[in-house]
């Protein structure tokens, strides 16, 4: 993520506007059972507990062999916003594999009750843990954390945030349990009379919680079966999308789109040359733009912001005819190209709402010029400095969050056009402006593809990455996954909680408009293809600024235990960090170099360690932001260069932990 000033002006219009053009609501197929879970469903907060399985149904066409089956009436709307269309939920198979486990438990303490905090994940797994979180597929118990909503604004309308330390299995069943919880005081806290009936004798079948009794009664078979239940205070259970339902849309416009494109360069013009002497970039000697056309599957013509996958009655992305993509590009070619050899080709991917011009930022042509890259980006639209107006009005309406991420998908393939031209025989290196005034290539086609992101570059890249054909290898920078956990610990969420306070003002239902968002997000961002990438041949290299006020490194740390990548260590100098078992499922690398596999690297600027809360870092209390350090420092730019290059982490620490150098 990268930091963006909004005015508030800016805010209050977008937020005005917010409504104007949402679709209204259709007709969808509801919940087998009907209506609210009604184990807890009171005051209006339909999906607590969530996720939860009794909003699917069967579906024998899907995966997982489930269907999220969402209604109009259970999801919440803005504050007068219309009716939220289900659909785009609906097209699911399961829940997000990171989704935070929701559940409104008044007078709950955690301290008291013994639940296992984010410095105690290992506390988790203990035969005794206050919360269970099972996976139901394969018996295993699985890791996580607990903490109670420290944004809510009132002690009774406060979430019980339960995050999954590592991210749930892909198509797999999970059961949770509370049990034995108690209040500040450390007495129990009675079971709620909905779900001691549920959990209970069977109940005749004209009993209104008969279908819920029947419904539940395998996951807490389950439960008993490889815990025990102790005393329980509920229970439920959900299944998670298949990797079929997350990576789906992007993998069908990128297989069609190649497909078509078959043996070609993608078209490409260029639109500008700039030639830079010495006295005015000494790093970088030419500067190109143009368009790569790519094929756009989006529902209207050139793919506006707002714009959304066109989608056939399968609900497959369809090309309308003739509807193309003009996606810009921007390359950085450095002067070590046109006196010694031809360059290497990367993508780079730019930050929170930017652009493909930050491309020209000083770390990104050090880079160039230190290690010989011409880098190249283009706009990741969905998530560029055009769709900030979007992006405000899909905070305010659930109805126009699909755009965000399907325009996202729609510039994954940009992307990979601009690098299937970048390395292509045919493609940008025959053009003139990639050449000498003699004719020799300024890049190296002949060592394939990689890529740099940082910051939402790097949330974003891990799924370009995995989704690309062309890419081997990334350098995720300052990098996390799952937006949903990433927004209440992020400093540049400040001006965009605005808008959602006034949509949502309440937090306990903030929480669910985040879950919600994050099943659709998914298919836009690392935290839907994290699983598709570790088991791939593709690797990465995750560089994290210890204390980061932007990307919470508890995001980094879940990313990484999903992917399976090893931690370079020493890590941190001893007592930098306060949790009990530092880097808790987190693989040792040991010393490097580190040969195969994806790999973690942390910089430590001298930032203090950020909350243990879900709330984020600010300055002053928490030190200057480290957020652009490692990319500033000559080192981490060092062993990016080589992991690039070569797929080895190597030493740049001297054996110590690694130390990033303060960004003026």
């Given at each position: 993520?990268?930091?963006?000033?909004?005015?508030?002006?800016?805010?209050?219009?977008?937020?005005?506007?917010?409504?104007?053009?949402?679709?209204?609501?259709?007709?969808?197929?509801?919940?087998?059972?009907?209506?609210?879970?009604?184990?807890?469903?009171?005051?209006?907060?339909?999906?607590?507990?969530?996720?939860?399985?009794?909003?699917?149904?069967?579906?024998?066409?899907?995966?997982?062999?489930?269907?999220?089956?969402?209604?109009?009436?259970?999801?919440?709307?803005?504050?007068?916003?219309?009716?939220?269309?289900?659909?785009?939920?609906?097209?699911?198979?399961?829940?997000?594999?990171?989704?935070?486990?929701?559940?409104?438990?008044?007078?709950?303490?955690?301290?008291?009750?013994?639940?296992?905090?984010?410095?105690?994940?290992?506390?988790?797994?203990?035969?005794?843990?206050?919360?269970?979180?099972?996976?139901?597929?394969?018996?295993?118990?699985?890791?996580?954390?607990?903490?109670?909503?420290?944004?809510?604004?009132?002690?009774?309308?406060?979430?019980?945030?339960?995050?999954?330390?590592?991210?749930?299995?892909?198509?797999?069943?999970?059961?949770?349990?509370?049990?034995?919880?108690?209040?500040?005081?450390?007495?129990?806290?009675?079971?709620?009379?909905?779900?001691?009936?549920?959990?209970?004798?069977?109940?005749?079948?004209?009993?209104?919680?008969?279908?819920?009794?029947?419904?539940?009664?395998?996951?807490?078979?389950?439960?008993?079966?490889?815990?025990?239940?102790?005393?329980?205070?509920?229970?439920?259970?959900?299944?998670?999308?298949?990797?079929?339902?997350?990576?789906?849309?992007?993998?069908?416009?990128?297989?069609?789109?190649?497909?078509?494109?078959?043996?070609?360069?993608?078209?490409?013009?260029?639109?500008g040359v700039k030639d830079l002497t010495p006295d005015q970039d000494a790093r970088i000697a030419r500067e190109v733009t143009g368009t790569v056309t790519v094929p756009s599957y989006l529902s209207q013509p050139g793919g506006p912001p707002g714009s959304?996958?066109?989608?056939?009655?399968?609900?497959?992305?369809?090309?309308?005819?003739?509807?193309?993509?003009?996606?810009?590009?921007?390359?950085?070619?450095?002067?070590?190209?046109?006196?010694?050899?031809?360059?290497?080709?990367?993508?780079?991917?730019?930050?929170?709402?930017?652009?493909?011009?930050?491309?020209?930022?000083?770390?990104?042509?050090?880079?160039?010029?230190?290690?010989?890259?011409?880098?190249?980006?283009?706009?990741?639209?969905?998530?560029?400095?055009?769709?900030?107006?979007?992006?405000?009005?899909?905070?305010?309406?659930?109805?126009?969050?699909?755009?965000?991420?399907?325009?996202?998908?729609?510039?994954?393939?940009?992307?990979?056009?601009?690098?299937?031209?970048?390395?292509?025989?045919?493609?940008?290196?025959?053009?003139?402006?990639?050449?000498?005034?003699?004719?020799?290539?300024?890049?190296?086609?002949?060592?394939?593809?990689?890529?740099?992101?940082?910051?939402?570059?790097?949330?974003?890249?891990?799924?370009?990455?995995?989704?690309?054909?062309?890419?081997?290898?990334?350098?995720?920078?300052?990098?996390?996954?799952?937006?949903?956990?990433?927004?209440?610990?992020?400093?540049?969420?400040?001006?965009?909680?605005?808008?959602?306070?006034?949509?949502?003002?309440?937090?306990?239902?903030?929480?669910?408009?985040?879950?919600?968002?994050?099943?659709?997000?998914?298919?836009?961002?690392?935290?839907?293809?994290?699983?598709?990438?570790?088991?791939?041949?593709?690797?990465?290299?995750?560089?994290?600024?210890?204390?980061?006020?932007?990307?919470?490194?508890?995001?980094?740390?879940?990313?990484?235990?999903?992917?399976?990548?090893?931690?370079?260590?020493?890590?941190?100098?001893?007592?930098?960090?306060?949790?009990?078992?530092?880097?808790?499922?987190?693989?040792?690398?040991?010393?490097?170099?580190?040969?195969?596999?994806?790999?973690?690297?942390?910089?430590?600027?001298?930032?203090?360690?950020?909350?243990?809360?879900?709330?984020?870092?600010?300055?002053?209390?928490?030190?200057?932001?480290?957020?652009?350090?490692?990319?500033?420092?000559?080192?981490?730019?060092?062993?990016?260069?080589?992991?690039?290059?070569?797929?080895?982490?190597?030493?740049?620490?001297?054996?110590?932990?690694?130390?990033?150098?303060?960004?003026?």
């Open positions: 993520m990268r930091s963006r000033s909004l005015t508030l002006t800016l805010v209050a219009a977008l937020l005005g506007a917010a409504t104007a053009l949402a679709p209204a609501a259709t007709a969808d197929s509801p919940s087998p059972q009907g209506g609210c879970d009604p184990l807890t469903a009171t005051g209006g907060d339909c999906l607590l507990p969530f996720p939860d399985d009794w909003y699917t149904r069967a579906d024998s066409g899907t995966s997982t062999g489930r269907r999220v089956a969402l209604t109009s009436d259970m999801l919440p709307r803005g504050a007068a916003a219309p009716a939220v269309d289900p659909t785009a939920w609906n097209r699911s198979d399961g829940f997000s594999p990171g989704s935070t486990l929701l559940a409104h438990v008044p007078g709950l303490d955690l301290a008291a009750t013994g639940a296992a905090p984010l410095t105690d994940i290992g506390g988790s797994l203990d035969r005794d843990a206050p919360i269970v979180l099972l996976d139901t597929t394969t018996g295993e118990r699985w890791p996580y954390w607990a903490e109670l909503d420290a944004n809510a604004t009132s002690a009774d309308r406060r979430a019980l945030l339960i995050h999954p330390a590592k991210n749930l299995a892909e198509g797999h069943h999970y059961a949770v349990a509370l049990r034995d919880l108690k209040d500040a005081t450390g007495h129990r806290l009675p079971t709620p009379e909905a779900f001691a009936k549920v959990a209970g004798r069977q109940l005749p079948r004209h009993d209104p919680l008969a279908a819920r009794q029947r419904q539940l009664q395998p996951a807490l078979r389950a439960l008993r079966h490889r815990t025990g239940t102790g005393d329980l205070y509920l229970a439920w259970d959900f299944t998670v999308a298949s990797a079929r339902s997350l990576t789906g849309d992007l993998f069908s416009v990128r297989d069609d789109a190649f497909r078509r494109l078959g043996s070609a360069s993608p078209g490409f013009t260029v639109t959304r996958f066109n989608r056939g009655r399968d609900g497959t992305p369809r090309r309308l005819p003739g509807n193309v993509q003009p996606a810009s590009f921007r390359c950085e070619i450095p002067r070590t190209a046109f006196t010694g050899q031809p360059s290497r080709p990367a993508l780079y991917g730019h930050g929170l709402l930017g652009s493909a011009n930050e491309v020209g930022a000083g770390n990104v042509k050090a880079m160039a010029a230190e290690h010989d890259f011409t880098f190249c980006a283009t706009d990741w639209i969905g998530m560029a400095q055009a769709d900030i107006p979007v992006v405000l009005d899909a905070l305010a309406d659930l109805n126009r969050f699909p755009a965000i991420p399907e325009r996202t998908e729609q510039g994954m393939l940009n992307a990979m056009f601009l690098g299937r031209a970048l390395i292509h025989r045919d493609g940008l290196s025959r053009d003139a402006a990639f050449r000498t005034a003699d004719g020799r290539p300024l890049i190296d086609t002949a060592h394939g593809l990689t890529y740099d992101g940082n910051s939402q570059g790097g949330i974003l890249g891990g799924a370009l990455v995995a989704a690309s054909k062309d890419v081997g290898r990334g350098v995720l920078g300052v990098t996390g996954m799952n937006y949903g956990l990433l927004l209440n610990r992020s400093a540049d969420f400040a001006p965009f909680q605005q808008v959602l306070d006034v949509a949502y003002p309440d937090r306990l239902r903030q929480q669910i408009v985040l879950g919600l968002y994050q099943m659709i997000w998914d298919r836009g961002e690392t935290n839907g293809y994290a699983q598709t990438l570790a088991g791939s041949g593709d690797r990465v290299l995750m560089h994290i600024a210890y204390g980061d006020h932007q990307v919470a490194n508890a995001a980094a740390d879940v990313e990484a235990r999903t992917l399976g990548a090893r931690l370079v260590t020493p890590a941190l100098a001893t007592g930098r960090s306060p949790d009990l078992v530092p880097y808790w499922g987190i693989g040792r690398a040991g010393k490097p170099p580190l040969r195969g596999g994806s790999a973690m690297v942390v910089w430590d600027s001298g930032t203090p360690a950020p909350p243990l809360t879900n709330t984020p870092p600010t300055e002053p209390a928490y030190g200057k932001d480290p957020h652009s350090d490692p990319r500033s420092t000559a080192a981490a730019r060092q062993q990016k260069a080589v992991f690039l290059r070569t797929g080895t982490v190597v030493d740049v620490c001297d054996r110590a932990p690694c130390r990033s150098l303060p960004t003026p």
